[in-house]
Nanobody, 120 residues
Framework: VQLQASGGGLVQAGGSLRLSCAASGSIFGINGMNWYRQAPGKQRELVASITSGGSTNYVDSVKGRFTISRDNAKNTAYLQMNSLKPEDTAVYFC???????????????WGQGTQVTVSS
């Protein structure tokens, strides 16, 4: 199983980016899908999460600006980031709980990270 994150880049403050996280491989089911970020010198923080049923949660600093969504048919999660600020600059990682067979346990998988840089 692999998670492939994409969509990062350089954008000016106030701009938008859309991140994608596609899961591939032998997948029976995906539970939660999450986006984390890690800025230089800081700990990794959970930015947004979405359950298999579509319930979402956000860290306070991104509420009203970021939207997490998922396409279960494509095993893909998205993070729409609007009104970006310089403090959003970080490497963004996707994470998902995936099981590979019908009665298997869910395990944590991580994508490789994608850089988001917001210039002032």
């Amino acid at each position: 199983v692999q998670l492939q994150a994409s969509g990062g880049g350089l954008v000016q403050a106030g701009g938008s980016l859309r991140l994608s996280c596609a899961a591939s491989g032998s997948i029976f089911g995906i539970n939660g899908m999450n986006w984390y970020r890690q800025a230089p010198g800081k700990q990794r923080e959970l930015v947004a999460s979405i359950t298999s049923g579509g319930s979402t949660n956000y860290v306070d600093s991104v509420k009203g600006r970021f939207t997490i969504s998922r396409d279960n048919a494509k095993n893909t999660a998205y993070l729409q980031m609007n009104s970006l600020k310089p403090e959003d600059t970080a490497v963004y990682f996707c994470n998902a709980q995936i099981r590979r067979r019908l009665f298997g346990e869910y395990s944590d998988y991580w994508g490789q990270g994608t850089q988001v840089t917001v210039s002032s």
